[in-house]
């Protein structure tokens, strides 16, 4: 077999076991066996990436980086629907649909997902772009990033027309939202409000692998084009799933507007069974051709609208605010409310967000506060019940100082977030840095946890990360405190038994054998999570080298941009925590890369000068690592010294004339793997 052949036959195979596990539900190869086919398509993809086929299984994983996003003018506008909220406003519907086509309308219910809207195009059963709502007119080219998510197809199956567009939502699932905002608490960013947000911004994120790696999902249901082999919605749906695409799960036709009432109330209740969210439910007249006669308004189509639940909410009276502080100081509002009965749960606390919020809602005290779950989870204060203002009353001002310490507190505007500065004194915040270091993804010691910690920090044994190294088994053993019951966790009582201590000292004895990339994100530097950890662990293999980085050295890593950099900067200019670096590099911690992580392969590129410019089939600081794994340097910008530039897709314009007039040769990545021979 020629590699041209193998590469078309490892694509269509492993298209067809991706259609098995996320279209049918019925996988017939181990995961491990599917990896193995996959890395080995993607070795084959590099050698000869001219053979890559449009519908590459690797394209799934991501990899590529978008600096800006296209704007491009979509072939048919997108329209939003009009909005109905209760039964009344969809019998209306259904009289002024009635009566401009003089005759009984079959309709057709769908769950309406609560997501982002998307536009995607096939050319030859190929998906050729996609592109988000924009303003309706033109919208933004998000298709290496479409391109990741595995229920969208890459290549259709049947007789699909030539050319068309279809529509539909992304949405992130409900479990992989909480695992993102789990993720992003860890690192001490802002969480995601509700999955539609998070489904948003993840979309218009620059790297396609990060994408990849947060799960979005999809449903397309809305086909145009010019030769559409359907007189009817329902029947293109059902066509678009023998094509391949991931189609409404419910959707049902409808005989009677009361038919559709039923469907509504039967939502209203089932909906939060749904793994992912929806905010109502869209009907659409079902014929094509009573769509036409029907035709728009300025806004909407006339032929379908959509009912929007309401949001749960109830008012409640507010007894008293408190402010938590997290690991890297940002204070979180947070209302205590007299409890009241909401979805199913009962509510004590909800989240005023933050001081913007806070202020925007102008909360006095005694307040009835609207209280409403946001995405049906957290529960969050959405409005003031002015009505039942008090006539004497006081409005409550946001916090000036920090609760627990006392600092000042400042302000960081780009995330509305107020944060207590004192970081290294500020007990919360030590706290929070203890737990993080422990936890499973940092240095994974898990026979300490939230209260452990607690007792140990109130008895003065743990101040800081590198105190962890220094406790011995006199100390800990026969240590208890009782915690009682709150926020939900029983009453109980932690003790350090023989066993337990035991557990815990060889958990931080074995804590020294973890990776330089754990122990960097371990260390809590602010923005630094774990990807980033990963990546900055690899560019500058040591401690002692990323601490020594300049800004613009920091930012030539795949990711890293002007808050991240200057964060770690400002992080090692902070005398207590080379104090604390110190010991933990005595204690014995990975503060390198192992030998094995960081072995020079060959040293053809010995000498070599090497600018990286553009979008390989592999992100740029995996690229920059090869370099250097075969003895080339890598710098950022073309001098006369440099010996060449390896230049990938949409290499920038400028680089491109600086290396043509300083005459220094540009290479492809092909070129590149041939000259290091992989
Ligand atoms: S049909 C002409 N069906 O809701 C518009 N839309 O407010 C045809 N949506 O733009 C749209 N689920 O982003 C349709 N089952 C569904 C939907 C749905 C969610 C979104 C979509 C649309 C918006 C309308």
């Known amino acids: 077999m020629t590699p041209e052949e193998e590469i078309k036959k490892l694509t269509a195979e492993l298209n067809q076991h991706n259609y098995n596990y996320y279209m049918l539900d019925n996988p017939v190869i181990s995961d491990e066996e599917f990896d193995h086919l996959l890395r080995h398509l993607q070795d ?105 998510i595995k229920s969208v197809p890459l290549r259709l199956h049947g007789d699909y027309p030539s050319f068309f567009e279809i529509r539909g939502e992304i949405l992130l699932p409900f479990d992989r939202f909480e695992r993102l905002n789990r993720e992003r608490e ?67 036709k409808a005989a009677t507007i009361q038919e559709v009432i039923d469907f509504v109330h039967h939502w209203d209740t089932e909906r939060k069974k749904l793994p992912f ?46 402010y938590q502080i997290g690991r890297t100081g940002i204070i ?124 140990l920090y109130e008895r003065g044994l743990l101040n ?41 000292l060889a958990g931080i004895q074995q804590s020294k054998k973890v990776p330089f990339e754990r122990v960097l994100f371990a260390i809590g530097i602010r923005y630094v999570g774990e990807t980033t950890a990963k990546k900055l662990a690899r560019y500058f293999k040591s401690m002692d080298a990323l601490a020594n980085a300049t800004k613009e050295e920091l930012m030539e890593v795949n990711d890293v941009g002007d808050r991240v950099a200057e964060s770690i900067i400002h992080y090692f200019n902070q005398t207590e925590n080379l104090e604390i670096l110190i010991r933990l590099r005595n204690a014995g911690l990975q503060f390198a890369l192992s030998e094995e992580e960081n072995t020079q392969i060959s040293n053809v590129l010995e000498g070599k000068s090497i600018v990286v410019s553009g979008v390989f089939s592999i992100p740029r600081d995996e690229m920059k690592r090869k370099i250097e794994q075969y003895g080339g340097k890598n710098v950022s910008s073309i001098s006369k010294n440099t010996h060449f530039v390896l230049a990938g897709d949409k290499m920038g314009p400028e680089k491109r004339k600086k290396a043509e007039t300083l005459g220094i040769r540009i290479i492809s990545e092909q070129e590149f793997y041939e000259m290091i021979g992989a």
């Open 332 to 455: 979180t509002p947070v209302a205590n409310l007299s409890p009241v009965q909401l979805a199913g749960t009962t509510v004590r606390r909800a989240t005023l967000h933050n001081a913007e919020v806070m202020s925007t809602l102008g909360i006095c005290k005694n307040d009835y506060l609207y209280v409403e779950k946001g995405g049906e989870i957290i529960p969050k204060i959405v409005g003031v019940d002015l009505s039942k203002r008090a006539s004497e009353t006081e409005k409550i001002d946001f916090i000036t100082h920090c609760p627990v310490c006392g600092a000042t507190l400042s302000k960081n505007d780009e995330e509305a977030g107020t944060f207590c500065p004192n970081e290294l004194h500020c007990p919360p915040q030590i706290k929070g840095r203890l737990e993080h270091f422990i936890g499973r993804k940092a240095m994974n010691l898990d026979s300490l946890g939230e209260g452990k910690i607690e007792i």
């Open 277 to 322: 969210p929806i905010d109502g439910i869209v009907v659409k007249v079902n014929s094509y051709e009573l769509q036409r006669q029907l035709g728009m308004t300025a806004k909407n189509p006339r032929w379908a609208i959509a009912y929007k639940f309401k949001a749960e909410k109830v008012s409640t009276q507010l007894l008293s605010v408190d």
């Open 44 to 148: 084959l993809e590099k050698k000869y990436p001219e053979f890559q086929q449009p519908d590459s299984p690797t394209l799934r994983v991501g990899g590529t980086v978008t600096k800006k996003f296209q704007t491009v003018k979509h072939i048919y506008p997108m329209l939003s629907l009009g909005n109905t909220y209760s039964e009344e406003e969809l019998l209306e519907f259904d009289k002024s649909v009635k009566s401009l086509v003089n005759q009984d309308v079959e309709y057709v219910c769908e769950l309406k997902y609560d997501g982002l809207a998307i536009s995607v195009v096939y050319e030859n059963g190929i998906l050729l772009r996609a592109v988000t709502r924009g303003d309706g007119t033109k919208g933004d080219d998000v298709t290496a990033n479409v391109q990741t």
């Open 186 to 252: 860890d690192v001490g960013e802002p969480p995601f409000a509700n999955p539609r947000n998070a489904a948003s911004g993840t979309l218009k994120l620059q790297e396609s692998a990060e994408v990849a790696r947060r799960g979005l999902d999809c449903r397309l249901y809305y086909v145009l084009g010019k030769e559409l082999p359907y007189q009817n919605h329902y029947d293109s749906v059902m066509k678009l799933k023998d094509w391949g695409f991931k189609t409404p799960e419910v959707i049902q």
């Open 464 to 504: 800081n990360i590198a105190d962890f190294y220094d406790l011995q088994y006199d100390q800990l053993l026969g240590i208890e405190k009782h915690f009682p019951a709150e926020d939900g966790k029983p009453d109980r009582i932690v003790s350090f038994r023989e066993k337990t201590v035991e557990n815990i």
